[in-house]
């Protein structure tokens, strides 16, 4: 009778029973140090971010001549805009939450795509298009909001088609990616008929993106020998 009752899901008593990916991944000392390490770099580059944007902004910068720009109508479409940013973001952690080798390199690609873009922006100071139309975002202008007047110097690249670059690299799957590519390039033109960036910026943003994504690679790449299946 007893064993009638015993639970028959429980894959801790089948032997060869594959372990969950968290479990797995979590048994690996590497993965343990590569999470706290990048949790740590990234909470230093928040406390230095408000400040970096403080001297952006403050600096004078070059305006810049866009023939392609000036072909596309000029409308606030920050509604549209972070519906697809927010939206792309959701979906993509919903996708890589049960999946941490996944998560764990988006995690480093997202670093290293604040560190590309930071030095961007320090190389090229640029003045915002003519036209511009404030970008108001209802998250982060909530959480970075240090200066009495908006951050609108921050151009090259692009960080908003570049996260979406970036949110499509980190799935696996045709058709999640299809949809999130489509959604990058919808942001891409979002952003230029709010003439918050030049076509220079979005079309540069991929670009710096798969360089992140690549670095990222790199760093979580595991070693050939005594690994265990990632359980991905």
């Given at each position: 009778?007893?064993?009638?009752?015993?639970?028959?899901?429980?894959?801790?008593?089948?032997?060869?029973?594959?372990?969950?990916?968290?479990?797995?991944?979590?048994a690996r000392t590497a993965f343990r140090l590569r999470l706290a390490l990048v949790v740590l770099l990234m909470a230093a580059l928040?406390?230095?971010?408000?400040?970096?944007?403080?001297?952006?902004?403050?600096?004078?910068?070059?305006?810049?001549?866009?023939?392609?720009?000036?072909?596309?109508?000029?409308?606030?479409?920050s509604v549209p805009t972070f519906a697809l940013i927010y939206g792309a973001i959701a979906g993509t952690l919903v996708y890589l939450?049960?999946?941490?080798?996944?998560l764990l390199r988006a995690l480093w690609a997202y670093w290293f795509l604040q560190l590309l873009r930071m030095g961007t922006l320090?190389?090229?100071?640029?003045?915002?298009?003519?036209?511009?139309?404030?970008?108001?975002?209802?998250?982060?202008?909530?959480?970075?909001?240090?200066?009495?007047?908006?951050?609108?110097?921050?151009?090259?690249?692009?960080?908003?088609?570049?996260?979406?670059?970036?949110?499509?690299?980190?799935?696996?799957?045709?058709?999640?990616?299809?949809?999130?590519?489509?959604?990058?390039?919808?942001?891409?033109?979002?952003?230029?008929?709010?003439?918050?960036?030049?076509?220079?910026?979005?079309?540069?943003?991929?670009?710096?993106?798969?360089?992140?994504?690549?670095?990222?690679?790199?760093?979580?790449?595991?070693?050939?020998?005594?690994?265990?299946?990632?359980?991905?």
């Amino acid at each position: 009778m007893a064993t009638l009752l015993k639970p028959a899901d429980s894959s801790s008593t089948i032997p060869g029973a594959r372990p969950a990916p968290w479990a797995a991944a979590w048994a690996r000392t590497a993965f343990r140090l590569r999470l706290a390490l990048v949790v740590l770099l990234m909470a230093a580059l928040l406390s230095v971010v408000p400040g970096f944007f403080q001297f952006i902004q403050a600096r004078p910068g070059h305006l810049l001549a866009d023939p392609l720009l000036a072909l596309l109508p000029v409308h606030d479409v920050s509604v549209p805009t972070f519906a697809l940013i927010y939206g792309a973001i959701a979906g993509t952690l919903v996708y890589l939450l049960p999946r941490p080798n996944l998560l764990l390199r988006a995690l480093w690609a997202y670093w290293f795509l604040q560190l590309l873009r930071m030095g961007t922006l320090w190389l090229l100071p640029l003045e915002p298009p003519a036209a511009l139309v404030l970008l108001r975002d209802p998250v982060m202008d909530r959480i970075f909001e240090v200066t009495t007047q908006p951050i609108v110097r921050d151009l090259f690249f692009s960080g908003h088609t570049a996260t979406m670059t970036l949110l499509a690299l980190a799935v696996r799957g045709r058709k999640l990616r299809r949809a999130l590519l489509l959604m990058t390039a919808a942001v891409g033109v979002l952003v230029l008929v709010q003439r918050v960036h030049y076509s220079y910026d979005v079309l540069a943003a991929p670009l710096f993106a798969w360089l992140a994504y690549w670095l990222a690679g790199r760093v979580c790449r595991k070693k050939p020998a005594g690994q265990q299946a990632s359980g991905l």
